[in-house]
């Protein structure tokens, strides 16, 4: 089997429409994809130019459970994108950006691990991308980024083990600390820094002005992927 690793992003359910808004904006432009809108929890709409399952058929997830998306974005290009990815250099636009895709993303709204924090987790299609999500600094800001943008608590990189390597957490990058690890001896522990943050969060940066339509509910995958 190939590799799939994934950057899981962590957050206040009410903030899944900033993060799936501000994903929509990483999307390449003028591309033919259909907009698709999405229904969130409470009725919220929000309109991505992603696929749901590879299809475009809006997506009604107001009664909680998984969405899927299959997402396409632009990155800027680094050495590591170079060696794991790129393979024709005319890909790369004017901006010195590229087209990364597919990437999975699958939004749990009240996962049973931690049911205060939705998660949004972004899965490489490949193994080759796998080993760019780990090597690539560009890849790494993209995503903690996205975490800081959208009133995220937290951001892992999961590399298939027992290990995560903490990205993002509390309004800081990190680099170099993991949980388990010296700071964090349990997963549960890192989460209780997530609901310290929550506790203590200013109201006003729970606003984000009135949501567009957003699609995408897909099936759900039951696992939960954390211990």
Not at 21 to 26: P, Q
Not at 92 to 97: A, I, M, Q, T, Y
Request: hydrophobic share 35%; proline share 5%.
């Amino acid at each position: 089997m190939g590799l799939d690793y994934s950057y899981e992003i962590f957050m206040p359910p009410r903030n899944v429409v900033r993060a799936l808004t501000r994903l929509a904006e990483l999307a390449p432009q003028g591309r033919d994809t259909p907009a698709l809108p999405v229904t969130l929890p409470g009725g919220e709409q929000v309109t991505v130019q992603f696929t749901s399952n590879f299809r475009s058929k809006p997506v009604d997830c107001s009664a909680g459970g998984t969405l899927e998306l299959d997402t396409s974005i632009v990155i800027g290009v680094d050495d590591a994108m170079r060696e794991f990815f790129l393979r024709d250099s005319s890909r790369v636009d004017e901006l010195g950006r590229v087209l990364v895709g597919y990437i999975y993303l699958t939004v749990r709204f009240t996962p049973a691990w931690h049911p205060n924090f939705a998660s949004l987790q972004f899965t490489a299609a490949t193994s080759s991308m796998s080993r760019m999500f780990v090597q690539s600094a560009s890849v790494r800001k993209v995503f903690t980024d996205l975490t800081a943008t959208s009133g995220g608590v937290c951001c892992l990189l999961d590399t298939e083990t027992d290990v995560f390597d903490i990205c993002w957490l509390n309004g800081e990058t990190f680099s170099g600390e993991t949980v388990p690890g010296a700071r964090f001896l349990r997963y549960h522990d890192l989460v209780a820094a997530w609901r310290e943050m929550r506790e203590n969060e200013d109201d006003a940066r729970a606003g984000f002005g009135t949501p567009g339509p957003v699609n995408g509910c897909g099936r759900s995958t039951g696992g939960d992927g954390h211990r």
